[in-house]
């Protein structure tokens, strides 16, 4: 396997000198493989407009293009680059879309189709050249043919988001952003009239049940692509509940489900490339993360995993 970020910001597209080492597009990663001629792509952020270029580039000379799209959830800096991404306006492309259900009886293509229209977009989603299909996926298991697997695990996150993990050939890849840890939302205060210990309890159990599950799915990973927008000081002074992670959070789950490489990923908008770097010194060491190989992502960058 290998894998390519095209973007790794989190929340909006923060280009300029302060973030160009590290990379200021949203979402996108390009998971390819050497022994067949298939790309998948995690996301649809502003990454995915310079990786719609390499393909037509690469791929579109060698004949129609099928391309497979997964994304972990439909806010907006995860589908914002799809109307840019050119080969959906090639004619004989195939493009086939991931994406969670929907809980509130919009289908994912009304979700991610409605860019398309002319409120939001010069081109309607009926003028596309591509033949688009949606797949809607809960939790689960399903074989992607050529000896792939891929699971899904629901995250903590304030829309419906879903964790990947691809399996092939042994290896293990597996994505776990947006999200935080679970925790329960039942009043924990005996002083508050309102407080319930019953329900407190029972909060608690099923908040460390999802936690051990989120665990057991990334268990024993060659690499996690892991939320680590903030760190544990910004998550608990008033950024719990936003549906992000701390890194040090990230580092220890990671620790204790055997992960073998962990890329903290989503960086916040307003962290420059140089807190980044100062974040690695602090973080991604053996004091921090023990044998385990931490680091952040960055745009351009690639991974072989073998």
């Known amino acids: ?35 067949m001629k298939r790309s998948l792509i995690i996301d649809a952020g502003s990454g995915i407009r310079e990786l719609g270029n390499l393909i037509m580039a690469r791929d579109f000379p060698k004949g129609p293009l099928n391309i497979e799209i997964f994304l972990t959830h439909t806010h907006w800096d995860h589908i914002l680059g799809l109307p840019f991404f050119t080969p959906l306006y090639i004619p ?3 493009v086939r879309i991931y994406g969670p259900a929907s809980f509130d009886g919009n289908s ?5 189709g409605s860019q398309f229209s002319y409120h939001y977009f010069p081109i309607r989603y009926a003028e596309l050249a591509a033949e688009i ?4 996926l809960k939790e689960g298991s399903c074989d992607l043919r050529d000896g792939f697997i891929i699971k899904t695990k629901f995250l903590n996150h304030p829309v419906l988001c879903l964790g990947y993990r691809f399996e092939r050939n042994g290896l293990a890849f597996c994505t776990l952003y947006d999200t935080e840890p679970f925790r329960s939302v039942f009043i924990d205060n005996p002083a508050n009239p309102d407080y319930d210990e019953d329900m407190h309890h029972e909060g608690e ?16 990973a060659d690499i996690v692509i892991y939320d680590g927008q903030y ?22 789950a990671a620790a204790r489900a055997g992960v073998k490489r962990l890329c903290l990923f989503h960086h916040d908008p307003l962290r420059t490339d140089d807190e980044l770097d100062q974040l690695t010194e602090v973080l991604c060491t053996p004091h921090i993360s023990g044998s385990m190989n931490v680091f952040f992502a960055k745009e351009g960058t690639s991974i072989n995993i073998t």
């Open 133 to 136: 299909d949606y797949v809607e």
């Open 108 to 112: 994912l293509q009304e979700v991610v």
């Open 231 to 252: 760190t544990l000081k910004e998550y608990q002074s008033g950024k719990v509940g936003w549906g992000h992670s701390p890194c040090e959070y990230a580092i220890a």
């Open 1 to 35: 396997m290998r894998i390519t970020f095209w973007g790794v910001r989190g929340s909006i597209p923060c280009p300029g000198r302060k973030t160009y080492r590290y990379g200021g597009n949203t979402p996108c990663i390009e998971l390819s493989f050497e022994d």
């Open 205 to 220: 159990m099923i908040a460390f049940e999802e936690n051990r599950r989120v665990e057991e799915f990334i268990s024993g």
């Open 92 to 94: 004989g492309s195939q």
